[in-house]
């Protein structure tokens, strides 16, 4: 066979062995690793030892060996309800079969109307309207644009300027970039957004190591949004987006208080306050969204991922009444805001997540992560005092564990864990640098808790 020499790497080998031998390579089994580029991923070192997986049920993935693999991160925190749920599955293979796409622009379908009431109904106040989208980072963008064009369409033009904070994730948009504070998703990509600024973060270890669930310390770092209206004067600020916990960043609770201080902020200066609720949302801190827990109401909230519990991409803005009755006003026959995607409101994505918020119903699963959190959370501050430890936190289902760097680079503990974790140990979680997070399904049971973090000491150990 002509081109298999040893000069070849072994997956080109095996594409050509198998377009050769006109045999199907298994649908588990990449035939070439070398075309896709991987998102988020060191694609050498992934390529070199690749974590393939060719299945999933509940609270597990299988790997193309055959090894069940327990999911400590409901994949990307998003599959809250567990894995291939016979009535998701069910939910999605219907709606093929009965219609594929309707136009989501001029045109719609019935499924939109009833996921988005059944949202809005979720939904605390009057966020009683929903725009959809398929992503969290296009759910980010579209609110930026809603708080612009709000002002806008009131006649306050000046009001351009978009707050985010530092540490803040919102997803890979140059509007989520730009209001985002994750250093090394912003520094390759140019200027940005003009007109950005950020708030200070609110982590501090020193006054907060080892806290489960919201810190006491922190509530006055809402008050730097006064020092940016200061510096900018508010007639120039559009909105202020932060997330209830900042996740991706590796899982920083809100201090006591923050939140609720954000929001009389936000009011006193008549600037919209968006929460960024991608991961919050559908039961993770164990309600329908954060905006619940902690009893403060935002102007806009955006959502993805546990809407349909990761089956199909979708995402959404949850919008005030006030907001929403801006924009309705002017002549009946034109466009009110000039924004959308071609799958806004896929009908595959909303017959998915009306059977998962129906699941969520069925199975109680947000008040069931509100009886886990304390369990949870005494689990994971179990970890304290194992090497490298250097702080733990926890809040709903979910946990940071930060990890001291090792000296020969940063980041390279946590992809060791991670490694160990998937090939050795049969456990799945995410590493953020050296920091590893869990946030398991949403019907994780005690005993999967214990071994989830059983599995995770002994890794730490390894790793050390
Ligand atoms: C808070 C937040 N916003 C936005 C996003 C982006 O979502 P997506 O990856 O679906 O674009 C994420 C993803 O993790 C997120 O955590």
């Given at each position: 066979?002509?081109?298999?020499?040893?000069?070849?790497?072994?997956?080109?080998?095996?594409?050509i062995?198998?377009?050769?031998?006109?045999?199907?390579?298994?649908?588990?089994?990449?035939n070439?690793l070398?075309?896709?580029?991987?998102?988020?991923?060191?694609?050498?070192?992934?390529?070199?030892?690749?974590?393939?997986?060719?299945g999933?049920?509940d609270?597990?993935?299988?790997?193309?060996?055959?090894?069940?693999?327990i999911?400590?991160?409901?994949?990307?925190?998003?599959?809250?309800?567990?894995?291939?749920?016979?009535?998701?599955?069910?939910?999605?293979?219907?709606?093929?079969?009965?219609?594929?796409?309707?136009?989501?622009?001029?045109?719609?379908?019935?499924k939109?109307f009833?996921?988005?009431?059944r949202?809005?109904?979720?939904?605390?106040?009057?966020?009683?309207?929903?725009?959809?989208?398929?992503?969290?980072?296009?759910?980010?963008?579209?609110?930026?644009?809603?708080?612009?064009?709000?002002?806008?369409?009131?006649?306050?033009?000046?009001?351009?300027?978009?707050?985010?904070?530092?540490?803040?994730?919102?997803?890979?948009?140059?509007?989520?970039?730009?209001?985002?504070?994750?250093?090394?998703?912003?520094?390759?990509?140019?200027?940005?957004?003009a007109?950005?600024?950020?708030?200070?973060?609110?982590y501090?270890?020193a006054?907060?190591?080892?806290?489960?669930?919201?810190?006491?310390?922190?509530?006055?770092?809402?008050?730097?949004?006064?020092?940016?209206?200061?510096?900018h004067?508010?007639?120039?600020?559009?909105?202020?987006?932060?997330?209830p916990?900042a996740?991706?960043?590796?899982?920083?609770?809100?201090?006591?208080?923050?939140?609720?201080?954000l929001?009389?902020?936000?009011?006193?200066?008549?600037?919209?306050l968006?929460?960024?609720?991608?991961?919050?949302?559908?039961?993770?801190?164990?309600?329908?969204?954060?905006?619940?827990?902690?009893?403060?109401?935002?102007?806009?909230?955006?959502?993805?991922?546990?809407i349909?519990?990761?089956?199909?991409p979708?995402?959404?803005?949850?919008?005030?009444?006030?907001?929403?009755d801006?924009?309705?006003?002017g002549?009946?026959?034109?466009?009110?805001?000039?924004?959308?995607?071609?799958?806004?409101?896929?009908?595959?994505?909303?017959?998915?997540?009306?059977?998962?918020?129906?699941?969520?119903r069925?199975?109680?699963?947000?008040?069931?992560?509100?009886?886990?959190?304390?369990?949870?959370?005494?689990?994971?501050?179990?970890?304290?005092?194992?090497?490298?430890?250097?702080?733990?936190?926890?809040?709903?289902?979910?946990?940071g564990?930060?990890?001291?760097?090792?000296?020969?680079?940063?980041?390279k503990?946590?992809y060791?864990?991670?490694?160990?974790?998937?090939?050795?140990?049969?456990?799945?979680?995410?590493?953020?640098?050296?920091?590893?997070?869990?946030s398991?399904p949403?019907?994780?049971?005690?005993?999967?808790?214990?071994?989830?973090?059983?599995?995770?000491?002994?890794i730490?150990?390894?790793?050390?």
């Amino acid at each position: 066979m002509p081109g298999t020499g040893p000069g070849m790497t072994n997956p080109q080998r095996l594409k050509i062995m198998a377009q050769a031998q006109r045999t199907p390579v298994s649908a588990s089994v990449p035939n070439d690793l070398e075309p896709f580029w991987l998102p988020f991923t060191p694609n050498r070192a992934f390529k070199q030892r690749p974590r393939l997986i060719a299945g999933a049920k509940d609270m597990h993935y299988i790997a193309t060996d055959g090894r069940r693999v327990i999911d400590g991160s409901a994949g990307l925190w998003c599959t809250n309800a567990g894995h291939n749920r016979t009535p998701i599955v069910r939910a999605i293979q219907a709606q093929a079969e009965e219609l594929d796409y309707a136009p989501a622009f001029q045109f719609s379908h019935a499924k939109a109307f009833e996921l988005a009431s059944r949202i809005a109904a979720l939904a605390p106040g009057d966020l009683d309207h929903v725009f959809f989208c398929n992503s969290g980072s296009e759910a980010v963008d579209t609110a930026l644009k809603i708080a612009l064009a709000y002002h806008n369409v009131r006649g306050n033009a000046s009001r351009v300027r978009l707050i985010g904070r530092e540490r803040g994730y919102h997803g890979v948009g140059f509007g989520g970039i730009a209001v985002g504070g994750i250093v090394a998703n912003r520094k390759q990509f140019g200027a940005l957004m003009a007109g950005v600024d950020h708030l200070q973060h609110t982590y501090n270890r020193a006054e907060q190591a080892f806290s489960a669930g919201e810190p006491e310390w922190g509530a006055h770092l809402a008050d730097d949004l006064d020092r940016l209206v200061a510096l900018h004067d508010a007639s120039t600020i559009a909105a202020v987006i932060v997330e209830p916990v900042a996740c991706s960043t590796g899982v920083l609770p809100p201090p006591k208080g923050y939140l609720q201080r954000l929001r009389a902020i936000c009011d006193k200066h008549g600037i919209l306050l968006i929460f960024d609720e991608v991961i919050t949302a559908y039961g993770r801190l164990g309600h329908a969204f954060a905006a619940e827990r902690y009893g403060v109401i935002p102007d806009m909230i955006t959502f993805a991922k546990g809407i349909t519990s990761g089956a199909v991409p979708m995402g959404g803005v949850l919008v005030r009444n006030g907001v929403y009755d801006a924009f309705m006003k002017g002549p009946e026959q034109v466009i009110e805001l000039f924004h959308g995607y071609t799958y806004s409101a896929h009908p595959l994505a909303c017959a998915a997540g009306l059977a998962t918020l129906d699941l969520y119903r069925e199975e109680n699963l947000f008040e069931r992560a509100k009886k886990l959190e304390p369990v949870w959370a005494q689990a994971a501050m179990g970890l304290k005092g194992l090497p490298n430890v250097l702080d733990i936190r926890t809040i709903g289902l979910t946990v940071g564990i930060d990890l001291a760097s090792k000296p020969d680079g940063v980041g390279k503990r946590g992809y060791e864990a991670l490694d160990l974790g998937f090939f050795e140990h049969g456990v799945m979680f995410r590493a953020v640098g050296d920091t590893l997070a869990m946030s398991p399904p949403l019907i994780v049971s005690e005993a999967q808790i214990g071994e989830l973090f059983d599995k995770l000491a002994t890794i730490i150990k390894q790793v050390a």
